[in-house]
């Protein structure tokens, strides 16, 4: 029997008896399996702060059309965010998760922001990837915010080249319930509308693209580009001074960013 099937793995009455939050988490829904917290969202009334979770996902969707390798060992969830949200506030409400899902991460092992959301290792690779999607009722923003972390992650398809977990670089099984109720907690606290300036400020901090050399890869085939990153927008594009001299601004939607570390690509 695989060895990730033991006491660390995702269980709801641990999960329960360690969340120490004051909303987020406190409606939870925990699933042994499911297609995709996204799809499981669409059957259940959400509050505010609901959580969707599921130990596997056997079609978890990622960014940019994406699939998201979602096997036992990773934790997967989703948070719903109903209150007062508007347009202006949603890109910087995935940055804040960003930061709690970093801070809760690198009580593990070192680790950074890469525009726009991914949670990657100090060799560049990625531990957790977040995507959001919205829904709008009656002038009313649902987010819902999808949260993959590798934690205990043993093995990854061939071509997911730039995938990691903590598993992996530790060599040591993590107890997935502490880290799911520390990522809640953290969530709970960035997401608080008096931490939110402080919270960007330390996205900035942690991040491994802005003041880096960056290739991006544009998702409509056009040819890379490297240069600069010379600041990350508070809509969340991502302005760059190009090697031609030249400064473009891109979305999430339209480019994959690589670093470029002396020779490595990561
Ligand atoms: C990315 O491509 O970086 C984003 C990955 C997001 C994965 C999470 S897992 C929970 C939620 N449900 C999904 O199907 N995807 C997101």
């Known amino acids: 029997m695989n060895k990730i099937y033991n006491e660390h793995s995702l269980n709801e009455n641990t999960i329960k008896s360690l969340l120490n939050t004051e ?22 009334t959400l509050q505010n702060g609901t959580v969707i979770c599921a130990a596997k996902q056997t ?24 209150n ?4 202006s506030e949603i890109q910087m409400i995935t940055s804040l998760c960003a930061v709690a899902i970093q ?33 709008k009722t009656d002038n009313r923003y649902i987010v819902n915010v999808g949260i993959g972390i590798n934690a205990n ?31 809640l907690k953290e969530l709970e606290y960035c997401i608080d509308k008096s931490n939110r300036n402080n919270t960007i400020e330390e996205y900035k901090k942690c991040s491994a693209t802005l003041g880096r050399r960056v ?30 001299g030249t400064v473009v601004n891109v979305s999430s939607g339209e480019v994959s960013v690589r670093g470029i570390y002396g020779e490595q690509y990561a």
Request: aromatic share 12%; glycine share 8%.
């Open 23 to 44: 909303y987020i988490g406190r409606d939870f829904y925990f699933f042994e399996e499911v297609t995709s917290t996204f799809n499981e969202s669409e059957k259940i």
């Open 215 to 244: 290739r991006l890869l544009y998702v409509n085939g056009k040819e890379s580009d490297t240069g600069l990153c010379t600041a990350i927008e508070n809509d969340g594009t991502l302005t760059v001074l190009k090697d031609d």
């Open 84 to 87: 007062d949200i508007i347009d």
């Open 59 to 82: 079609n978890g969707r990622g960014r940019l059309g994406r699939q998201w390798q979602s096997d036992k060992g990773g934790i997967y969830f989703s948070l719903i965010l109903t």
């Open 153 to 183: 992650t043993e093995h990854f398809d061939k071509d997911l080249k730039y995938a990691t977990s903590i598993y992996t670089i530790t060599g040591r099984y993590i107890d997935e319930n502490e880290l799911l109720c520390s990522c």
């Open 103 to 135: 801070r809760a991460i690198s009580k593990y092992l070192p680790c950074m922001i890469k525009w726009p959301n991914d949670i990657v290792s100090e060799n560049g690779k990625k531990l957790c990837g977040i995507l959001t999607k919205l829904k």
